[in-house]
């Protein structure tokens, strides 16, 4: 059996399952509690989740358990991997990456924990590129490579109804800001320095999401970019047909459902778009 780079993620990656698939990508399911219910977060029935969140139903999220990802590491060994590559959701907005480290320890090939400094198809994005390149049987320093420079060239961009969720949970960051505002004003927010900031205050939905698209168009420019649109609870086709129309080179479209653990956080209503150019 011929050794390889193994290419791990978290479920906040949002990585579509024929992805993971396709690019032998292990992911480590974050863990959601929906009153007193907790499992991991691919089991969670999203509109029970939405439900609940609507209802007051307490919601919370914590890191997978370090045994989850010490027996991912262990499987890729098991099937031949000299080396794994982990790269994972903001510390600054989880502990996750706190807990692959400690499963690292355990294992007896080198495991390279990458905190990737966001969340979302952000983090999918540079899993793939990983994935890719391990694939093409690149060198450890290739992959790490491929995995950083995606990362660094990705824009978060997200929309939410509410900041509610985001305070609720302690994740709110420097978005703290935009608390306060009128109900008909809707916050845009990023992922900067590895934490949730804000971009824009603007007054109604409508209005917010065609913002959003047109800081998707100014982010991507006229390079190749891989789009993500991903939603909780809205309805994304409006926004997928501007993207269409404004960005003029797109390569993939990745059109899905964001982690029940990143909605857990953002609440119903909110839709994201990741531009990540091609490189």
Known sequence: MSAHIAV???????????????????VVQVQLHV???TDDEHRFDRNRLVEAMRTGTPVSTSPPDPGAFFWTYQDAVAAGAS????LHISGRLSDTVLAAREAAQQIRVPVHILDSGTSSMSLGFAVVSAARVAGA???LDRVLDAAER???GSTELIYVDTLEYLRRSGRIGAAQSLLGSAFSIKPLLTVRNGEVSPLARVPGARRALGRLVDLAA?????QQVDLAVTRFGSDEREVVRRLKERIPNIGDLLVGD???VIGAHIGPGALSITVSPVN
Do not use: E, H, Y
Request: glycine share 18%; charged share 10%; aromatic share 2%.
């Open 218 to 222: 100014n982010a991507a420019g006229d």
């Open 137 to 139: 049987g690149g060198q």
């Open 8 to 26: 791990v993620t978290d479920s906040t990656s949002c990585l579509p399952g024929n992805l993971a698939t396709q690019w032998g990508i292990g």
């Open 83 to 86: 080396a794994v590559v982990s």
């Open 35 to 37: 009153g007193d219910q």
């Open 258 to 260: 964001a982690s029940t």
């Open 150 to 152: 995606r990362v660094r």
